[in-house]
C-alpha cells in the first residue's frame, strides 16, 4: 500500500508560479508509474502529466506543455509539478497518482492508478 499526501496548492495570480508535491510513503519500491490530474469545478478530470519513475520519461497534456514540468525525488520518495506561466483556467483541485506497474500512456490518461492523493486546490486569478 502506498499512501500519497499533496501540497503546495494554493492561490496566484495570473503569470505566476506555484510547485506541487506529492509525498509517497513508498516511492521507490511501490511505484513505476506517476502522474497529476486535475478537475476544475463542474468539469471532468484531466491528465496533465505523466512520468515513468524508473526511466524518468514524460508525458504531458497539451494544455500544459510548456509551462508545467513533472519531475521526481526519489531519496524524499516525492513527486513534484512545477507549475509557471500560470492561467485562470488551470484553477482546480490537483490530485497525484501512482502505480507499481508501468502501465501505458493510455491507461494513464483513462486514470486507472491504484493510489491517489487527497488534492490540493490550486487557484489562479486574472
Known amino acids: 500500500q502506498v499512501q500519497l499526501v499533496e501540497s503546495g496548492g494554493g492561490s496566484v495570480q495570473a503569470g505566476g508560479s506555484l510547485r506541487l508535491s506529492c509525498a509517497a510513503s513508498?516511492?521507490?519500491?511501490?511505484?513505476?508509474?506517476a502522474g497529476w490530474f486535475r478537475q476544475p469545478p463542474g468539469k471532468e478530470r484531466e491528465g496533465v502529466a505523466f512520468?515513468?519513475?524508473?526511466?524518468?520519461?514524460?508525458y504531458y497534456a497539451d494544455s500544459v506543455k510548456g509551462r508545467f514540468t513533472i519531475s521526481q525525488d526519489n531519496a524524499k520518495n516525492t513527486l513534484y509539478l512545477q507549475m509557471n506561466s500560470l492561467k485562470p483556467e488551470d484553477t482546480a483541485m490537483y490530485y497525484c497518482?501512482?502505480?507499481?506497474?508501468?502501465?501505458?500512456?493510455?491507461?494513464?490518461?483513462?486514470?486507472?492508478?491504484?493510489?491517489w492523493g487527497q488534492g490540493t486546490q490550486v487557484t489562479v486569478s486574472s
Open positions: 497518482a501512482a502505480d507499481p506497474r508501468p502501465i501505458s500512456i493510455a491507461t494513464m490518461k483513462a486514470g486507472e492508478f491504484r493510489y
Open positions: 512520468i515513468y519513475t524508473d526511466t524518468g520519461s514524460t
Open positions: 513508498s516511492y521507490t519500491y511501490g511505484t513505476r508509474s
